[in-house]
C-alpha cells in the first residue's frame, strides 16, 4: 500500500491568506509530493520483481484524482480516495496518520510505503507515527528495498555517508527517500484510458485514531508570516590574494573552519 | 568537414592479398583487391529488412524503409551539421540492427522536415520520428527532461509548468486594454491565441505586449482567452506524445465551441501547424492565420512614426516555412518597417536552418548536448552574425530565448535578437504612443 499526499505547487510564490491562519490555496496549483512519488515507483519496482498487488491510498485532496488515475496508468492495482476529511485545510501529519490508521489496520497491507517526508512534514513523521498506531516496525530514509517472502531487506541512509542494511519482518511502515529507479512516466492516453475506465474507489475516511496525539494535531495556529526578505550577498572585491583571506576570516568568523 | 562538427571519419577496411587456385589445373593466380572484394558479400547488400518491420507497422513510420540510400538529405539534415546523423544514416543504422526505439537518436530529430524536402521517395521524418517516439514512450523510454516538459503540460495546461490563472499577466503591462473573453464575454472578430511561451516568458511577454498595441493601433477588435487558454501541443505531438496532444485538443475545442469569434490569429508557427493542418483531422476546422499572415496586408495600414536604423537578418521558423509554405509574409513586414535594411542569411526560406527548438528539441536541450558540437541556435546564430547583420528577426515563440542565449554563449553580443512585432513596435513608437 502507498499512502500519496497533495502538496502546494511551489512555482508558485506562497502566501498567508487574508485571516493569517493558513497558506492562501485559492491560487494555488497542487502537486503529488515528490517522496511519495519515489514510494509508488519503489512499490512498483517490487511488484515487478517479487509480485505484489499495489494499492494507492490518498485524502479527498485537490487535484488528486489526476494523480491516482496517473498512479492506475503506471500499474498500480487499486486506487481509493478517502472521503469526508477536512477539505480545502491543512491537514497536519499527526491527523493525516490518524485517519489513515484505521484504514490500514482494515486492509492489513503486508507493507505501506510513504515518502520519507514532505513540505509540510520535514521530520518525516508520518511513517512512525503509522508504525506507532498499527504496532508495526517501521524505517525511515529507506533507499533500498527488497522483498522476499515475509522478509524485507531494508537499507537505511544515516547521513555522513553512511547506511545500514537490516531485515525487517513484515507487515512494516517504510519512509522512501528513494527508488531504485527514477519514477516512471505514464503515458497520457493510458492516464486517460484509466480515467474513462473510473476504477477509482471512493471510500468514507474511518473516525481518526483517538488518541493524545489527536490534541497536538489540534494545535490552533493564530498566524502566519511571509519570510522577512533580507539581503545578505556580499561582494568582494580586490586582488585574489586579498579576497582568499577575506574569505578565509568570514570562514573563520562563523566558525565553519577550526585555525 | 563542417565547423565544429564532430564526424567519423569513413573507415577504409584494407583486404589481404588472396591466391586462388585452380581445383582442375592446380594453377595459381594473385587476386589484387579489387578483384577479392568481388566473392565477399557487398556492404551495400549485408542486412535484413527485420528491423524496419516493427517501424513499418506503426501509423506513419511506413515511410523510412522506401529509402534507397541516395543519401540527399544528410547534408542539409541541421543536426548531421553540428553531428553525425541525417536519416539517411538513421536509415541505414536500422538496416544493420540498431534499434532505433531504445536509441538516442530516436531523440535528437527537430521535426525541422529539410530532408522531407529533398527526398525522392518522400521518406517523411516528421511522420515516422512521432511514431516510433510514441512507441517508445508507451515501453517506459522517455528522456527525462521531455518527461517533466510532458508532466508539466499536462497539469498545467503549458509547458513551462506554470500557474493557468497567470495566463494573461502579461496584459497588464500592455499599454491598451486587452479583453479576456471568460470574464468578458460576446462576439469577437480575432481570437488572439498567445500560446505559451509569449504568455509566460518574459522575453515573450514583451512581444505579445507589442503585438496587443499593434492590434490595437489598427482598431483591430480582439480577445483572449485568459486562463482559459491552454497550449495547442503541437510540439508535444511530434516529440511522440498524442495521447497528450489529444487530450489538450479536446480541452481547447470545447473551449472555443463556449466563444464566439470570425478567425484565430497566434504567434506560434507550431500552433499555428495544429490548427492548420492537424486539428481538421479529428473534425476541428478554423479559419487561422500566422500573426505575420494577419499583419502582411494591413502593413500600408500602420502608423509608423519613426525610422529603425538596423542591419536586419531574419530566420525562417521551420513551421512556417518548411511546414506550411510561408516565407513572404514575414519578409513583407520587415520591408515595410522604415529604416531597416534586410540582409538574408545563405540559408534561408526553403533552405533555412532549425533553430533546434522544433520536435521536442526545445526541452532536450541536456541530451541533444550529449550527441552535439554545439547547439543548432549557436550555429544559426554565427551564421546570423556573418551577415553583418546587428539585429537577428524571428516570428516563432521559441527562438528569442534560444538565440539570444546562443549570441552570448557565441560571443555575438553585439547581435540582438527580435521579434519581429518588436520592430514594428519600436517604429511606432512602443509604449509611449499608445
Known amino acids: ?259 | 568537414m563542417p565547423v565544429g562538427g564532430r564526424k567519423q571519419p569513413p573507415v577504409v577496411v584494407e583486404k589481404p592479398e588472396a591466391t586462388a587456385v585452380s581445383t582442375i589445373s592446380g594453377r595459381s593466380w594473385e587476386l589484387p583487391g579489387m578483384w577479392n572484394r568481388m566473392f565477399e558479400p557487398r556492404v551495400l547488400s549485408d542486412y535484413t529488412a527485420t528491423g524496419f518491420a516493427r517501424i513499418a507497422g506503426l501509423p506513419g513510420g511506413e515511410s523510412l524503409e522506401w529509402c534507397y540510400g541516395c543519401g540527399k538529405c544528410v547534408p542539409v539534415c541541421p543536426v548531421d551539421l553540428v553531428g553525425e546523423y541525417g536519416p539517411r544514416k538513421i536509415h541505414r543504422k536500422v538496416q544493420t540492427g540498431m534499434d532505433l526505439f531504445s536509441s538516442d537518436d530516436l531523440w535528437l530529430c527537430t521535426s525541422c522536415a529539410n530532408c522531407l524536402r529533398v527526398c525522392p521517395k518522400e521518406v517523411d521524418m516528421t511522420k515516422v520520428m512521432p511514431a516510433v517516439r510514441e512507441a517508445a514512450i508507451g515501453d517506459g523510454m522517455v528522456p527525462a527532461e521531455l518527461q517533466d516538459v510532458f508532466e508539466k503540460t499536462f497539469r498545467n495546461g503549458n509547458c513551462l509548468g506554470e500557474n493557468p490563472r497567470r495566463r494573461n499577466a502579461w496584459t497588464r503591462a500592455a499599454g491598451v486594454p486587452v479583453r479576456v473573453l471568460p470574464t468578458d464575454p460576446g462576439a469577437v472578430d480575432v481570437l488572439f491565441y498567445v500560446e505559451d511561451y509569449w504568455s509566460y516568458h518574459p522575453r515573450g511577454q514583451q512581444a505579445a505586449q507589442c503585438f496587443a498595441r499593434i492590434l490595437a493601433a489598427l482598431d483591430v477588435d480582439f480577445a483572449i482567452l485568459g486562463p482559459e487558454e491552454k497550449t495547442l501541443g503541437d510540439s508535444q505531438r511530434v516529440a511522440g506524445e498524442k495521447g497528450l496532444f489529444e487530450a489538450l485538443m479536446e480541452d481547447v475545442a470545447a473551449t472555443l465551441d463556449k466563444y464566439e469569434f470570425k478567425r484565430i490569429v497566434t504567434p506560434d508557427p507550431h500552433g499555428f501547424n495544429a490548427l492548420k493542418k492537424v486539428y481538421p483531422k479529428y473534425g476541428h476546422n478554423y479559419e487561422v492565420s500566422h500573426y505575420t499572415q494577419f499583419l502582411a496586408p494591413l502593413v500600408d495600414k500602420i502608423p509608423f512614426r519613426s525610422e529603425v536604423r538596423h542591419r536586419v537578418t531574419f530566420h525562417d521558423p521551420c513551421y512556417l516555412g518548411r511546414h506550411n509554405g510561408e516565407y513572404d509574409a514575414p519578409r513583407t513586414i520587415l520591408d515595410a518597417i522604415p529604416g531597416i535594411e534586410l540582409v538574408e542569411m545563405g540559408r534561408c526560406r526553403e533552405n533555412g536552418y532549425c533553430c533546434g527548438g522544433g520536435g521536442g528539441g526545445m526541452w532536450l536541450d541536456g541530451f541533444t548536448a550529449n550527441h552535439t558540437s554545439e547547439r543548432l541556435s549557436e550555429r544559426r546564430v554565427r551564421e546570423a552574425a556573418e551577415t553583418g547583420a546587428d539585429v537577428l528577426a524571428v516570428c516563432c515563440p521559441y527562438e528569442v530565448s534560444r538565440f539570444e542565449d546562443a549570441a552570448k554563449s557565441t560571443g555575438n553580443d553585439q547581435l540582438r535578437v527580435m521579434d519581429i512585432v518588436e520592430l514594428v513596435d519600436m517604429a511606432m513608437g512602443g509604449t509611449g504612443a499608445v
Open chain 1, 1 to 259: 500500500m502507498v499512502l500519496l499526499k497533495q502538496l502546494p505547487d511551489l512555482v508558485e510564490e506562497l502566501e498567508p491568506s487574508p485571516d493569517g491562519t493558513d497558506i492562501d490555496r485559492e491560487f494555488i496549483k497542487f502537486i503529488l509530493n515528490e517522496f511519495d512519488d519515489q514510494a509508488l515507483e519503489e512499490a512498483l519496482v517490487t511488484k515487478e520483481s517479487s509480485g505484489a498487488e499495489v494499492i494507492v491510498v490518498a485524502l479527498d485532496e485537490p487535484e488528486v484524482d489526476q494523480v491516482l488515475y496517473t498512479a492506475l496508468a503506471k500499474g498500480a492495482d487499486r486506487a481509493v480516495k478517502l472521503t469526508g476529511v477536512p477539505a480545502g485545510t491543512w491537514v497536519p501529519t499527526h491527523l493525516r496518520a490518524a485517519i489513515l490508521a484505521p484504514f490500514v489496520r482494515e486492509l492489513a497491507p503486508d507493507l505501506v510505503l510513504t515518502g520519507v517526508q514532505s513540505a509540510e512534514d520535514l521530520d518525516g513523521q508520518l511513517a512512525s507515527l503509522l508504525g506507532g498506531y498499527l504496532d508495526l516496525p517501521h524505517a525511515a530514509v529507506v533507499v533500498g528495498l527488497e522483498v522476499k517472502d515475509s522478509i524485507a531487506r531494508v537499507v537505511q541512509e544515516l547521513g555522513s555517508g553512511r547506511s545500514v542494511e537490516e531485515q525487517i519482518t513484515l507487515p512494516a511502515v517504510l519512509g522512501i527517500q528513494a527508488a531504485s529507479q527514477a519514477p516512471r512516466y505514464a503515458p497520457i492516453s493510458k492516464i486517460r484510458q484509466a480515467m474513462q475506465a473510473g476504477g477509482l474507489e471512493e471510500l468514507e475516511a474511518p473516525a481518526p485514531v483517538d488518541s493524545a496525539d489527536i490534541a497536538i494535531a489540534q494545535v490552533r495556529i493564530r498566524r502566519l508570516y511571509a519570510p522577512e526578505k533580507s539581503t545578505h550577498a556580499e561582494m568582494l572585491t580586490g586582488d585574489p590574494g586579498e579576497v582568499a583571506t577575506r574569505i578565509a576570516e568570514i570562514l573563520r568568523s562563523k566558525g565553519l573552519v577550526k585555525a
